[in-house]
Antibody
Framework: QLQLQESGPGLVKASETLSLTCTVA??????????WGWIRQPPGKGLEWIGN???????SYNPSLKSRVTLSVDTPKNHFSLKLNSVTAADTAVYYC??????????????????????WGQGTLVTVSS | SSELAQDPAVSVALGQTVRITCQGD????ASWYQQKPGQAPVLLIY???NRPSGIPDRFSGSRSGNTASLTITGTQAEDEADYYC???????????FGGGTKLTVL
């Protein structure tokens, strides 16, 4: 059974870099049908997709965070990581890692997809202090 | 701010049917998540109205035009939670979460 676990500092100083790791257990991070994603949730607010990484290292990012985010994958260690630089109080949130499944379609309407996050870590609260 | 519009709050009487909507693009398939306080989100619906193992069949998904819907038939007290959609935004540029709908069961 696939399980994900976030780890990293719970407190980061403003202007510094937030670094988190998600350890994948129960399956291989190299499975071809999966992307590995990060999602965050500020206290009392909704979910925000941060970005995804494929085992090959290919990445996609939320445009609003793209200039500050780096995702990477370590296949021998079966984990993937998030770095968010120049943090401010607005980056205080619970950070989740998750597995993303997908299904691509092509028909007369063109290319389209279904994407979903089916397995989530428990989440880790990261507080940015001033 | 989210580019997928969801009603912030919806209420339903116990045992009744409720529909939660999400306005996104008209082509890609949305997925739906339930989140209870202090817990990680749980996938309810994905792809063409598929439910993961363990999700009750009272949860179903549908789509009409650019509106995706999550329907709960015979709502239970334990369904009181926040619900989020995830889909491609109306510009078609990227995938985002909706702003969330807080469901109250009366």
């Amino acid at each position: 059974q696939l399980q994900l676990q976030e780890s990293g500092p719970g407190l980061v100083k403003a202007s510094e870099t937030l670094s988190l790791t998600c350890t994948v257990a129960g399956d291989f991070i190299t499975r071809s049908d999966s992307y590995w994603g990060w999602i965050r949730q500020p206290p009392g607010k909704g979910l925000e997709w941060i970005g995804n990484v494929y085992y090959s290292g290919s990445t996609s990012y939320n445009p609003s965070l793209k200039s500050r985010v780096t995702l990477s994958v370590d296949t021998p260690k079966n984990h993937f990581s998030l770095k968010l630089n120049s943090v401010t109080a607005a980056d205080t949130a619970v950070y989740y890692c998750a597995r993303q499944g997908y299904h691509d379609y092509y028909d007369s309407r063109g290319y389209y997809s279904a994407k979903w996050f089916d397995t989530w870590g428990q989440g880790t609260l990261v507080t940015v202090s001033s | 701010s989210s580019e997928l519009a969801q009603d912030p709050a919806v209420s339903v009487a116990l045992g009744q049917t409720v529909r939660i909507t999400c306005q996104g693009d008209s082509l890609n398939y949305a997925s739906w998540y339930q989140q209870k306080p202090g817990q990680a989100p749980v996938l309810l619906i994905y792809d063409k109205n598929n439910r993961p193992s363990g999700i009750p069949d009272r949860f179903s998904g549908s789509r009409s035009g650019n509106t995706a819907s999550l329907t709960i038939t015979g709502t239970q007290a334990e369904d009181e939670a926040d619900y989020y959609c995830y889909s491609r935004d109306t510009t078609g540029d990227h995938w985002v979460f909706g702003g969330g709908t807080k469901l109250t069961v009366l």
